[in-house]
C-alpha cells in the first residue's frame, strides 16, 4: 500500500518514492525518463512560477497523475533548468511534453483542459510504438539524404 502524509501520496518509482509528480532535471533526467528500450513513458509539464496558465494547469496535472499512477509525470521548473527547457526547444509555458520508449511523441505549449489532457493520455497509451520508430527511423533515414 503507498505511504501518504497530509497533502502528499507516494507510490514506488525507480528505485526510490516519488509523490504523484516527480521534478525533472538535468541530473535526474537520465534517471526519470526511459530511452529507446524503456517500456513506460512521461509526461512532461514544462512550467514557471510566474505563469498563471502554469498554476492554472497545475491541479489538472496532478489529478492525471493520481488518476494514472502507473505513469511517470514530471514537472520541469524553466527558471531552475533553463538548460533541460532548452533541449526540448520550449519557448512557451506551460507546455506538455511526451516521452515514451525514448521517443518524443507529443509536445504542445498551452494548458489543457482536464478533460483534453484525459482523451491525450488514452491516445498515448494507444500509440502504437513499433510503427512510431519505424516513421522516425524513414525520416531519419530521408533526412540524411537530403
Same mark, same amino acid.
Given at each position: 500500500?503507498?505511504?501518504?502524509?497530509?497533502?502528499?501520496?507516494?507510490?514506488?518509482?525507480?528505485?526510490?518514492?516519488?509523490?504523484?509528480?516527480?521534478?525533472?532535471?538535468?541530473?535526474?533526467?537520465?534517471?526519470?525518463?526511459?530511452?529507446?528500450?524503456?517500456?513506460?513513458?512521461?509526461?512532461?509539464?514544462?512550467?514557471?512560477?510566474?505563469?498563471?496558465?502554469?498554476?492554472?494547469? =497545475?491541479? *489538472?496535472?496532478? &489529478?492525471? @497523475? /493520481?488518476?494514472?499512477?502507473?505513469?511517470?509525470? $514530471?514537472?520541469?521548473?524553466?527558471?531552475?533548468?533553463?538548460?533541460l527547457a532548452?533541449?526540448?526547444?520550449?519557448?512557451?509555458?506551460?507546455?506538455?511534453?511526451?516521452?515514451?520508449?525514448?521517443?518524443?511523441?507529443?509536445?504542445?505549449?498551452g494548458a489543457?483542459?482536464?478533460?483534453?489532457?484525459?482523451?491525450?493520455?488514452?491516445?498515448?497509451?494507444?500509440?502504437?510504438? =513499433?510503427? *512510431?520508430?519505424? &516513421?522516425? @527511423? /524513414?525520416?531519419?533515414?530521408?533526412?540524411?539524404? $537530403?
Open positions: 500500500m503507498a505511504a501518504t502524509w497530509p497533502g502528499r501520496h507516494l507510490r514506488k518509482g525507480r528505485n526510490h518514492e516519488m509523490s504523484n509528480t516527480v521534478e525533472l532535471t538535468k541530473e535526474n533526467f537520465d534517471d526519470i525518463v526511459p530511452g529507446p528500450e524503456g517500456k513506460d513513458f512521461v509526461f512532461i509539464d514544462f512550467w514557471a512560477g510566474w505563469c498563471g496558465p502554469c498554476r492554472q494547469f =497545475a491541479p *489538472v496535472y496532478e &489529478k492525471a @497523475a /493520481e488518476r494514472h499512477s502507473d505513469l511517470v509525470f $514530471a514537472k520541469v521548473d524553466t527558471e531552475a533548468q533553463q538548460e532548452a533541449a526540448f526547444g520550449i519557448q512557451s509555458i506551460p507546455t506538455l511534453a511526451i516521452v515514451r520508449e525514448g521517443v518524443l511523441v507529443f509536445s504542445q505549449p489543457l483542459p482536464e478533460a483534453v489532457f484525459e482523451d491525450l493520455i488514452g491516445q498515448a497509451r494507444g500509440l502504437d510504438m =513499433a510503427e *512510431v520508430k519505424r &516513421k522516425v @527511423a /524513414e525520416e531519419q533515414a530521408a533526412g540524411g539524404q $537530403a
